[in-house]
């Protein structure tokens, strides 16, 4: 069953504009949600994460709007670049003390110039 | 800080030879590692997770005898692919957990089976 459910499977944003992927999960234990950035040939790479209790978290170019009612959060990549061109998983894992993580099935952002 | 490094990056085998693959957390100590693996174009699957000095949870579906996990030390796990077929073939990826939460993942080995 898949339990975090993610779109777009792709995206294509032009250099500045505004990428946003977004994500559902179904399990209410969930508590903690990160983002991971996947190069090619590469490990995933922690991005930014937010827990229940917080609306939005920004860093950088990166903000995570989250929804705790409607069970949804999103990744908005600000004045996005060439190089943020990557694969972009969301996550879930709940209960603290290093939960199995969950992951969304990606989206693979193309960032054209 | 929090650095993951796994060793080989890549591996090609024959047909029926065992593989082993070395996930080390080089800057903390993680008492929980856990071992992914990933086809190309899709998402991590959670193959176990692996608990320093006690035996490897595994994941359904995902043989033991065949993927032997060994977390020896605070630092060091390793996967050993036995008897590997070309349907082994695949992207491994390890994570080492820091703090009550977030995990750090290894850069990867890309294994083919020939």
């Known amino acids: 069953q898949q339990q975090v459910k993610q779109s777009p499977q792709s995206l294509i944003v032009q250099k500045g504009g505004i990428s946003i992927i977004n994500c559902a999960y179904e399990n209410t234990a969930f508590d903690y949600f990160p983002w991971y950035q996947q190069f090619p040939g590469k490990g995933p790479a922690l991005l930014i994460a937010i827990r229940p209790d917080v609306s939005e978290k920004k860093e950088g170019r990166f903000t995570i709007s989250f929804n705790k009612s409607a069970k949804q959060f999103s990744l908005h990549i600000m004045d996005s670049q060439p190089g943020d061109s990557a694969t972009y998983f969301c996550?879930?894992?709940?209960?603290?003390?290093?939960?199995?993580?969950?992951f969304g099935t990606g989206t693979k952002l193309q960032v054209i110039p | 800080g929090a650095v993951v490094s796994q060793h080989p990056s890549w591996v090609i085998c024959k047909s029926g030879t065992s593989v082993k693959i070395e996930c080390r957390s080089l800057d903390f100590q993680a008492t929980t590692m856990f071992w992914y693996r990933q086809f190309p174009k899709q998402s991590l699957m959670l193959m176990a997770t692996?608990?320093?000095?006690?035996?490897?949870?595994?994941e359904q579906g995902v043989e033991k005898d065949k993927f032997l996990i060994n977390h020896a030390s605070l630092t060091l796990s390793t996967l050993t692919v036995t008897s590997a077929h070309p349907e082994d073939s695949s992207f491994y990826i390890c994570?080492?957990?820091?703090?009550?939460?977030?995990?750090?993942f290894g850069p990867g080995t890309r294994l083919t089976v020939l």
């Open positions: 994570s080492a957990g820091r703090g009550p939460d977030t995990q750090y």
């Open positions: 692996s608990n320093e000095g006690s035996k490897a949870t595994y």
């Open positions: 996550a879930a894992s709940g209960g603290g003390g290093y939960q199995k993580v969950t």
